[in-house]
């Protein structure tokens, strides 16, 4: 279900299953139900395959809802998180343990098998203890062979933790029992009478109870490791695979197969892919989700505003109308207008269309950003419904940090600025850059949003575009549908504030653990900027000579710093090196720390920059020390 976090008044998505259908699986709901329930089809294994974050959780969730809602045929339904079992160590059991507790617990069809299902779980400890036999191999078997099988299996038998003798005795009745029950027998005929007879116990239990279908639903198997997805699969196969039930398996078929060529290698000389065909002898019914097309995300985006905000009955009024429409079956986009008008329309059952705290305002100015900017998002998020719960509570986390410390912001920018973040982090940091040296306003986006806005015009009204320009990622196709989002002039806008909210995706993290304040940052990527000319930047290490020590030898360990993460900046370097007798020493050791065979023509061309003395001093080290051809030293 999602469930809300509250925190100030806003509220935000849970990484979980929806409560309400705003994926329009309701079809795909209908369909499993009438088939898992169907007499002629059982037993049955339906493998419901999508992929991460596609809504798998969701439709289970819907499935059950529409089972458990059945008014013509007594159903018992069962959910399973196959998570819950990945530190057992035998999920097999662990599995079939879960699904017997859960029919005890249901007292409506399963109250006269009690003490039948008490009895089988018995069974399943025994078996457990079977596997834990195999597991842990001869030194286990002669333990128990020779009468004392509690070290191995309890940790140590010491008899001082018992009451009294009777309870030593029971125990050690119990250890004569494991052992007649899983030694004496040949191991491969204890296993196969241990399945005969659970399934005998559980088929009776199931008619006992005279349900028409029990359907068991397993969420979350593909986050287990592969180890334990293979056992759960073997447990349904052999155990649990009986009249009357129905299994549905919520599945990332990409990890499964992954687990099964992992447990089971292909042979080189058969030609039969062995992941195939075990997933078709589990599974009888492959469901595939297919991923979200751009305007199903679209939709998802805005009726998640709309569940935000609007009280639960009007919401469910909203998607009542949008479905009456057809929206969902046609495949169209929900207009934010829409929503607004269908909201307009009708009423709520306590007279409270919003949820408290929220107002219309407020509703109709987030509709309105999200449907401008939905779009774009939708493109970006690559058809899956988790990447837009976490895209949205990213921004309402920022919203509302802009709140808690009084900052105003225009939300359509916060909007587009991570629609960018999501789209291409490199040309958001560039973005960043550009801003950050001119005072929070990034100029040089200018020149690139007149050149997209203005495609439109005839050759001799558009503004002239370089071939490196029309080779800059900023003229990507995606990009440019991005520039032309409202607001079109973010290189008019203010951005500092906005970054501030971003500093995590766009921090230095190297800069920041030198200590330096914003302006010396400033500095250093205006030096090491190599987008702004070298007139400008040789300006700007002239300038070093007239600040005070401690404020430059910081900056000069920026620089460095910038050094060691992109050789690029070896330019910079050698500028300050020229320029600064006193950290002349400094420099050379820095230059002296390429790899063996890394160092290129460019760079020594580069070092031929410096004094005589100094080149020779780094070719005799790169030639003795590190091996690095003579010849390639004497180029020029």
Known sequence: MVEYIKNGGNQMWADDASKIDMLAYEPYANLICEIATSERMNPLTIGLFGNWGSGKSTLLHLIEQNTM????????????????????????????????????????????????????????????????????????????????????????????????????????????????????????????????????????????????????????????NPDRIIETLEAIKLFLAVEKTTFVIAMDENIITYSIKRKYPQLDDVDIDVSTDYIEKIVQLPIRIAELAETDIKNYMLLLISEMYLSEDVLNQLINKLREKGIFVKGEIISGKEIVEIINGVTSANGNKYKQGYSQTDFEEQIQIFNSIGSVIAATLKGNPRQTKRFLNTFYIRKRLAEIQRIELNLSVLAKLMVLEYTDRDLFRELYQWQFENDGIPKPLSDIENQVLNEGLNDEEKPKTSQEQKNSAWFGDKIKRWIGVEPTNLSEVDLSQYFYLARDSVSDKKLFSINLNQEERKIINQICNPTVSEIIRKK?????????????????????????????????????????????????????????????????????????????????????????????????
């Open 69 to 224: 809602n059945s008014t013509e045929k007594r159903i018992a339904v069962v959910t399973v998180n196959a998570w819950m079992f990945e530190g057992y160590d035998d999920a097999k059991t662990a599995l079939m343990e879960a699904i017997l507790q859960s029919l005890q617990e249901n007292q409506t069809f399963f109250k006269e098998s009690t003490d039948k299902i008490k009895n089988l779980i018995k069974r399943v400890d025994w078996i457990r203890v079977g596997s834990t036999a195999l597991k842990k191999g001869i030194p286990l078997s002669l333990s128990l062979l020779a009468g004392n099988p509690l070290p191995m299996l309890l940790g140590g038998f010491n008899p001082e933790n018992f009451d009294s003798e009777k309870e030593i005795g029971q125990h050690l009745d119990k250890a004569s029992q494991m052992k007649k029950d899983y030694i004496n027998a040949p191991q491969q005929e204890n296993i196969i009478e241990n399945v005969r007879k659970f399934r005998e116990d559980f088929v009776n239990i199931i008619r006992t109870s005279k349900i028409d279908n029990l359907i068991i639903m397993i969420d979350d198997l593909d986050r287990c």
């Open 540 to 636: 700007k290490i002239e300038e070093l000579k007239e600040m005070d020590e401690v404020t430059r030898n910081e900056i000069i360990k920026g620089i460095i710093s910038k050094y060691n993460q992109d050789k690029n900046h070896l330019w910079v370097l050698i500028e300050l090196y020229k320029m600064f007798q006193q950290y002349k020493p400094k420099i050379l050791e820095e230059l002296k720390k390429y790899k063996r065979g890394s160092i290129t023509p460019n760079e020594i061309l580069l070092f031929k920059q410096m004094d005589k003395e100094t080149f020779d001093k780094l070719k005799d080290y790169y030639i003795n020390e590190k091996n690095s051809s003579k010849k390639l030293w004497e180029i020029g």
